[in-house]
């Protein structure tokens, strides 16, 4: 489910728009990591992909520590999607195998709670709430947490430890006294299983990267959160603004400065960076803020640097 060879998934229509494409580029890019950068990456490879008939590029959704560890730090992968910063130990990892990332930051998320289109005892959560529903002595039914919600047990989706979307939640919402994330809940790294998993269960709460709502807003219902100033809608526009605290969260892509001597791996990096701030992709398509033109020629001098 988390794999996408994004030439094979494109339709009839989208395949013969690669025809006007030209070819000089080839190569294989193989791309590891966030499930939440997943849908903005998959777009972004798409589209290049058409430009670059020769260039055949597959995505891994194995969650922003994962595609680290296991493929990135390894120099099995060209880029690891991360939905927050590589750690100081990921770095170690990575240049213990002679890997050197460098950071490229694509767009910015509203990280998202969401429950059952049913739920209509609840609209908001405070920030202490929530984390009396997610926290090492978790709540067991929604009247545990406000008396006047129901005597029904809570059924939990969520991140995976793996996912650098636990490690944001864990860290702003869970973190800060020693508490950790609950283990009841149903881990995964297939955000579309928690949409599933929400819309199936009056009960259900869920958390994940805004765009995995903004593409299915008729099945399940996003809850404001108040962060001390009252309850805040996750949008767009909210997590442009600053007001949607403390969930919203910059998204980045990693690549190996030793891989940017191939062509067309740094041809997609640039490519990247150049659409990072392509309002109707990163916005309208996929539901990220995409980043301002200062942050991309930021971004883009600093790879030219490399380069």
Not at 28 to 54: C, D, Y
Not at 107 to 114: C, F, G, M, S, Y
Not at 231 to 245: L, N, Q, R
Not at 259 to 277: D, N, P, R, T, W
Request: aromatic share 8%; charged share 20%; hydrophobic share 35%.
């Amino acid at each position: 489910m988390g794999v996408a060879a994004v030439t094979g998934c494109t339709s009839s229509n989208q395949s013969s728009d690669r025809s006007v494409g030209d070819s000089n580029l080839s190569g294989e890019i193989n791309i590891s990591g966030s499930s939440t950068v997943f849908p903005l990456m998959s777009a972004m490879a798409e589209e290049f992909q058409k430009k670059h008939l020769g260039v055949t590029i597959t995505i891994q959704s194995t969650g922003s520590g994962g595609g680290f560890k296991n493929f990135f730090c390894l120099g099995q992968t060209h880029f690891n999607n991360a939905s927050r910063s590589i750690k100081d130990s990921e770095v170690d990892l990575c240049n213990g195998n002679g890997v050197t990332p460098h950071e490229i930051r694509l767009a910015t998320d509203a990280l998202t709670v969401v429950v059952n289109k049913d739920a209509d005892w609840v609209d908001s959560l405070t920030v202490a709430e929530l984390k009396s529903i997610w926290d090492q002595n978790a709540a067991k039914k929604w009247s545990d947490v406000n008396p006047s919600w129901p005597e029904e047990k809570i059924d939990r989706y969520g991140a995976a430890d793996t996912s650098g979307t636990f490690d944001h939640f864990n860290e702003v919402i869970i973190g800060g006294d020693g508490d950790t994330h609950t283990t009841d809940y149903q881990p995964t790294e297939g955000d579309h299983i928690i949409v599933a998993g929400v819309k199936g269960n009056k009960y259900a709460i869920g958390y994940f990267g805004f765009s995995y709502y903004y593409n299915n807003p008729n099945v399940i219902k996003a809850l404001k959160i108040d962060g001390g100033n009252g309850p805040v809608s996750p949008t767009i526009e909210t997590a442009k603004s600053g007001h949607y605290v403390p969930l919203s969260r910059p998204l980045f892509t990693y690549v190996p400065t030793e891989k940017l001597s191939e062509k067309h791996v740094a041809e997609f990096a640039k490519y990247c960076i150049e659409q990072s701030a392509n309002e109707q992709l990163v916005a309208n398509e996929v539901g990220y803020v995409p980043n301002t033109k200062k942050t991309a020629d930021k971004e883009m001098e600093a790879l030219t640097a490399l380069l």
